[in-house]
């Protein structure tokens, strides 16, 4: 690959990440009502590029109706978290005519993850969060950048082709600083470098099971909602996949520093 076509997606990525961050730390603030409706969105948003992706008709119907069962997820009581969720993935999954098992699972951990980050959020409180997107986020910038610049034998390539070993471990160095930089903050002390590796590799997993989907589909990107990102699983998968393991941590008392 040639110099200029190894970086030619650097600057509408660059912009669009910068929109991204500062929209999200917004958020992330903010916290309550505006969080919980940012996470509803973006949950929508999935579901609708995951059903276009398995060629359902209806997507923006699973869509909506998606985002609504998040809301009530975050509203209603924790029995009836799954229920409703499994509800919203089932109804989407009966528009789609091949392919139901790959739909589900995909559908459901996107779900789970948005709900994650919602719960993270009101119950773990802003520096948790902060520290989460921290790391999917380094992690993601320093693999980016290591795998272009040093390249190297490839990760998993038949799955994610461009991921290289290189810009795995560049990501699991950039969430151990971020570990090491948020020890203090959040009481968590140095247990939380090692914790932090192990988030970065959930992301990093995220994104590999997203990309199996986008494989077994035959398409490059969920949609082009995102200008050089792709869509907005595209962007979110390696979130998707962190939160869930910090929240699972989080309600098994695993999380250094957290009351």
């Known amino acids: 690959m040639s110099g200029a076509a190894r970086w030619a997606d650097l600057w509408p990525r660059l912009?669009?990440?910068?929109?991204?961050?500062?929209?999200?730390?917004i958020e992330i603030w903010l916290g309550g009502l505006p969080f919980a409706a940012l996470v509803c969105v973006l949950a929508g948003a999935m579901i609708w590029e995951a059903a276009r992706m398995f060629a359902a008709p209806d997507a923006l119907r699973s869509g909506?109706?998606?985002?609504?069962?998040?809301?009530?997820?975050?509203?209603?009581?924790?029995i009836?978290?799954?229920?409703?969720?499994?509800?919203?993935?089932?109804?989407?999954?009966?528009?789609?005519?091949?392919?139901?098992?790959?739909?589900?699972?995909?559908?459901?951990?996107?779900?789970l993850g948005c709900y994650a980050m919602g719960t993270l959020r009101a119950e773990a409180g802003l520096i948790w969060v902060l520290w989460l997107v921290a790391v999917v986020?380094?992690?993601?910038?320093?693999?980016?950048?290591a795998?272009?610049?040093?390249?190297?034998?490839?990760?998993?390539?038949?799955?994610?082709p461009k991921k290289t070993w290189s810009g795995t471990i560049a990501g699991w160095v950039g969430a151990a600083v971020i570990g090491a930089i948020f020890a203090a903050p959040t009481g968590a002390g140095l247990a939380l470098v090692p914790l932090s590796v192990l988030v970065g590799f959930a992301g990093q997993m995220g994104d590999i099971a997203e990309s199996a989907v986008k494989r077994l589909r035959g398409i490059?990107?969920?949609?082009?909602?995102?200008?050089?990102?792709?869509?907005?699983?595209?962007?979110?998968?390696?979130m998707l996949g962190a939160a869930l393991v910090v929240v699972i941590m989080w309600a098994l008392g695993l999380l250094p520093g957290v009351a």
């Open 137 to 145: 986020v380094i992690s993601d910038v320093a693999g980016y950048f």
């Open 220 to 238: 490059k990107d969920s949609s082009n909602l995102i200008p050089g990102h792709g869509g907005v699983l595209d962007r979110f998968d390696a």
């Open 64 to 78: 909506v109706l998606a985002a609504v069962a998040v809301a009530l997820a975050l509203w209603l009581p924790g």
């Open 15 to 25: 912009v669009s990440g910068i929109l991204l961050i500062v929209v999200g730390a």
């Open 80 to 111: 009836m978290v799954l229920p409703i969720l499994l509800a919203a993935v089932v109804v989407a999954a009966s528009s789609v005519e091949r392919e139901r098992g790959p739909f589900f699972a995909l559908a459901i951990w996107a779900l």
């Open 147 to 160: 795998g272009r610049m040093l390249g190297g034998p490839k990760f998993w390539p038949r799955i994610s």
